[in-house]
């Protein structure tokens, strides 16, 4: 499923909204969207400085626009974003700057840009602890799949294994991983697979 076809899933199907960062895969969408707020001269819509943590100080600005809303070739969008994080490190006087652009179906009557920050920030913590977590348990980083879809497949499929997890409250979920990969069998029972499931502790 493309981002486009997921937008459209989650607008029609689930009558929600979606906040999407705009990356390489999607890189006509990124570059309009770089390219209106090169041209925006203005001062940012919120800004947000978090106080010193860990010896470091990070400002967001972000500026969102509706502009792009009929040019874009993506569906149901409410507005289009750009956010900068700096980051001062108060050991080494060194500033870091990461921006990123992105899009949401939500409408600036439904979210202001300091909701749109804040989505950003949630959706960043969520994609950032997966991504760690993958990584560890699964070596993803250093996986040899590179043909077709196959890089692609296994990250879906590694991801909705640890959204299980989670969805069933598991902390721990490379004790878990561990637990099930003593034999293929107790990975049927604990995902009640089979009618003659036995029963596994979620725990």
């Given at each position: 499923?493309?981002?486009?076809?997921?937008?459209?899933?989650?607008?029609?199907?689930?009558?929600?909204?979606?906040?999407?960062?705009?990356?390489?895969?999607?890189?006509?969408?990124?570059?309009?969207?770089?390219?209106?707020?090169?041209?925006?001269?203005?001062?940012p819509d919120?800004?947000?400085?978090?106080?010193?943590?860990?010896?470091?100080?990070?400002?967001?600005?972000?500026?969102?626009?509706?502009?792009?809303?009929?040019?874009?070739?993506?569906?149901?969008?409410?507005?289009?974003?750009?956010?900068?994080?700096?980051?001062?490190?108060?050991?080494?006087?060194?500033?870091?700057?990461?921006?990123?652009?992105?899009?949401?179906?939500?409408?600036?009557?439904?979210?202001?840009?300091?909701?749109?920050?804040?989505?950003?920030?949630?959706?960043?913590?969520?994609?950032?602890?997966?991504?760690?977590?993958?990584?560890?348990?699964?070596?993803?980083?250093?996986?040899?799949?590179?043909?077709?879809?196959?890089?692609?497949?296994?990250?879906?499929?590694?991801?909705f294994a640890?959204?299980?997890?989670?969805?069933?409250?598991?902390?721990?979920?490379?004790?878990?991983?561990?637990?099930?990969?003593?034999?293929?069998?107790?990975?049927?029972?604990?995902?009640?697979?089979?009618?003659?499931?036995?029963?596994?502790?979620?725990?």
């Open positions: 499923m493309t981002q486009r076809d997921f937008a459209k899933y989650l607008v029609e199907e689930r009558k929600a909204n979606y906040h999407f960062t705009a990356k390489g895969n999607q890189k006509t969408l990124m570059e309009d969207i770089a390219f209106l707020f090169e041209n925006i001269n203005r001062q919120f800004i947000t400085v978090d106080p010193p943590d860990h010896g470091r100080i990070e400002t967001r600005r972000i500026w969102t626009s509706t502009k792009l809303n009929d040019y874009l070739d993506f569906p149901y969008v409410g507005q289009v974003f750009k956010i900068e994080r700096i980051t001062y490190s108060t050991k080494t006087g060194k500033k870091t700057k990461v921006t990123a652009l992105g899009v949401t179906s939500k409408s600036p009557d439904q979210a202001s840009a300091e909701d749109v920050l804040k989505d950003n920030r949630g959706h960043w913590c969520i994609e950032n602890s997966c991504h760690y977590i993958i990584d560890w348990i699964y070596d993803e980083d250093r996986c040899r799949i590179a043909k077709g879809y196959g890089p692609e497949n296994m990250t879906r499929l590694r991801r640890v959204g299980l997890f989670k969805s069933k409250g598991i902390k721990n979920v490379s004790q878990k991983v561990r637990q099930l990969a003593m034999t293929p069998r107790s990975v049927l029972d604990y995902m009640k697979m089979t009618k003659n499931s036995c029963g596994v502790s979620a725990g």
